[in-house]
Antibody, heavy 121, light 107 residues
Framework: QVQLVQSGAEVKKPGASVKVSCKVS????????MHWVRQAPGKGLEWMGGFDPEDGETIYAQKFQGRVTMTEDTSTDTAYMELSSLRSEDTAVYYC??????????????WGQGTLVTVSS | SYELTQPLSVSVALGQTARITCGGNNIGSKNVHWYQQKPGQAPVLVIYRDSNRPSGIPERFSGSNSGNTATLTISRAQAGDEADYYCQVWDSSTAGVFGGGTKLTVL
């Protein structure tokens, strides 16, 4: 059983960066394809990016390219999502999610609890 | 880019059948997954690869996918089924895509 535990809420000023972590237990990170999904207040789910096991690389939604970086520390089984040049529209709950597999297109069986990032001056 | 279209809201009488649609160009050729999200909670997978139920999901939840429309069907709707529902696919050009979400109200 995969468990994903995310870091705590953050408050950032416009223009700053935020780095959210997602600690994996029950599996090792090398066995999983990790993705990040965000949800603005009152809005729907938005896929930001994740690891594509078929290409062997992390891919990002076009909307976030150049502003987001997703990394992994396999020594601690922790995934990270860093978003830069923050603006008020980036205020959202950020989730890590994984299929519990390394198969492209598999569903997101496991989700972190979410991390609220608030961008405010 | 690939887009998925869902109705903003669906209402169903208690005990009746709710159907939530997800439209996309030739979506029938893709694997569609469905998630349920209740207020303040992370999404939960309820249907994967069009019509498969994860363990622990009631048989009342079913799915189908053909042509340009995928459908999530909830039979014998209960008050506890009230939630937002999202469809999701993996597209070769757009990668991960979610529909806009449908709010299900049980009357």
């Amino acid at each position: 059983q995969v468990q994903l535990v995310q870091s705590g809420a953050e408050v950032k000023k416009p223009g700053a960066s935020v780095k959210v972590s997602c600690k994996v237990s029950g599996y090792t990170l090398t066995e999983l394809s990790m993705h990040w999904v965000r949800q603005a207040p009152g809005k729907g789910l938005e896929w930001m990016g994740g690891f594509d096991p078929e290409d062997g690389e992390t891919i990002y939604a076009q909307k976030f390219q150049g502003r987001v970086t997703m990394t992994e520390d396999t020594s601690t089984d922790t995934a990270y999502m860093e978003l830069s040049s923050l603006r008020s529209e980036d205020t959202a709950v950020y989730y890590c999610a994984t299929a519990g597999s390394m198969v492209r297109g598999d569903p997101f069986d496991y989700w972190g609890q979410g991390t609220l990032v608030t961008v405010s001056s | 880019s690939y887009e998925l279209t869902q109705p903003l809201s669906v209402s169903v009488a208690l005990g009746q059948t709710a159907r939530i649609t997800c439209g996309g160009n030739n979506i029938g050729s893709k694997n569609v997954h469905w998630y349920q999200q209740k207020p303040g909670q992370a999404p939960v997978l309820v249907i994967y690869r069009d019509s498969n139920r994860p363990s622990g999901i009631p048989e009342r939840f079913s799915g189908s996918n053909s042509g340009n429309t995928a459908t999530l069907t909830i039979s014998r709707a209960q008050a506890g089924d009230e939630a937002d529902y999202y469809c999701q696919v993996w597209d070769s050009s757009t990668a991960g895509v979610f529909g806009g979400g449908t709010k299900l109200t049980v009357l």
